[in-house]
């Protein structure tokens, strides 16, 4: 696992850090084809019950990445949301678009990217 993306008090460490390594797990042409698919640069801003924010990059742009701190060129989407709420939209038991209407989750940028945010974490749970 992938220490250096980890965050402690975080939960939705984990999945990020699982993130990064089906990344690794995917072939060439399937990551080209998820960066076809997505062709966006996310950055999550996580905060914790101790009000503690984490920022995580997962850039679906250029090479298929996931990494820890801002969005390095600069993100299409912004996704600000709780620690909890990134657990649940990963494990499927919330809709992304609900989290949106409840407030559970605030974008900056594009919009329409953020319901691709779906996709990669649903493509990267069946990887592994």
Known sequence: MSDEIKAPGFKSS???ASLKDAFSKYSDA???SQIK???GIFELQVTNGAKETVTWTIDMKKEGSVYKGK???KAD???ILSDDTLVDLAEGKLNGQKAFMTGKLK???NMMLATKLDGVLKGAKAKL
Do not use: M, S, Y
Request: hydrophobic content about 30%; cysteine-free; glycine content about 6%.
């Open 37 to 39: 698919k997505t062709n």
């Open 30 to 32: 399937e990551k080209q």
């Open 14 to 16: 984990e999945l990020i």
């Open 107 to 109: 974008t900056r940028g």
């Open 77 to 79: 989407v912004t996704i």
């Open 71 to 73: 969005a390095q060129p």
